[in-house]
Structure formats: C-alpha cells, structure tokens
C-alpha cells in the first residue's frame, strides 16, 4: 500500500471549530520529526566534512519546506519565526544548531498538541459527567422530571 493509499486523518485538533487545521498530514508530519530526531542524533558525536555539511545543510532545507506544506498559516508563521534559514555556506556549529532548534520546536509542537488533546478529553469528561448528574437527578424519587406515584411500566 502507498503513501496516497493509506488512509490518513486529514487534521490535528484545529484551534476552533471551522479554522484550518494546524497539520493536515499528521503520519508525515510523524516522519519528518522522526528523521529529524535520529539525524540529529547520529551527527552528534561525529566531525563532519564540507560534503557533509552541505547534504545536512540541504535536507534541513528540504525538511523545512516539507513542513510548510503540511501546516497551518499560524504554525507556518511561527516556524519561520523560530528556525530560520541556513545561508549558503554555512558552517557545521550552525547547521547542527539548526537542526537542534528544529528537533526541539517539532518537540514542542507535539507537546502541544498532546496538551490540546488531553485539554479536550477532560472537557468531554466533564460534560459527560454533568449530563449524567442531570439525568441521575431527573431519576431520583420525588423529582419534578418524574411522577413518583406510577409504577415502572406508567
């Protein structure tokens, strides 16, 4: 099965019902933070040559432009404001900070869209549990919702 083929949610929580969603490929989004992560991992402890700087320097701009095509205008906007662009040439300490600034901003994105989602459990939770207090009320004897002197089947 692709890519295309495998059904995919089309959103992460949108900030409020009718925005845009804040990550319309969440499986991809998934990946590009995987790779992201791993690759920051494995240059860490080793010296890397010009070539080496320049491929790194390369797919953190292919990684870059990857996640604007999946995000949302706000996240957009604070991706660009947060990591910014590599200039040509630049050295190994700035592409490894780069890298690192954006392991760690695709980190707090998915902190925050857990907290988004736990957010939202809760607010289920408790509604659930305000509906059933309403009905446990309307069941109780002598309630208003319920006339107590009719037997089960009345």
Known sequence: MTEK???QPEVLPP??????????EPLKLVRIASMTQAML????GIDLDDNAVVRLQDVHG????????IMSDELREELDAVVLPL?????????????????GWLEGLF????????????????SAMQNLEALHTLDAPGSEGRDSSSGPYL
Request: glycine share 6%; hydrophobic share 40%.
């Open 15 to 24: 900030d409020e019902v009718g925005e845009e969603p804040l990550v319309s």
């Open 62 to 69: 292919r990684t870059l432009a990857s996640l604007r095509d």
């Open 41 to 44: 991992v494995e240059v860490r």
């Open 111 to 126: 902190h925050g869209i857990r907290a988004s989602l736990w957010g939202q459990q809760v607010a289920v939770q408790r």
């Open 5 to 7: 083929e495998i059904p």
């Open 87 to 103: 200039e040509e040439g630049a050295s190994e300490a700035e592409v490894r900070v780069a890298q690192a600034q954006l392991a």
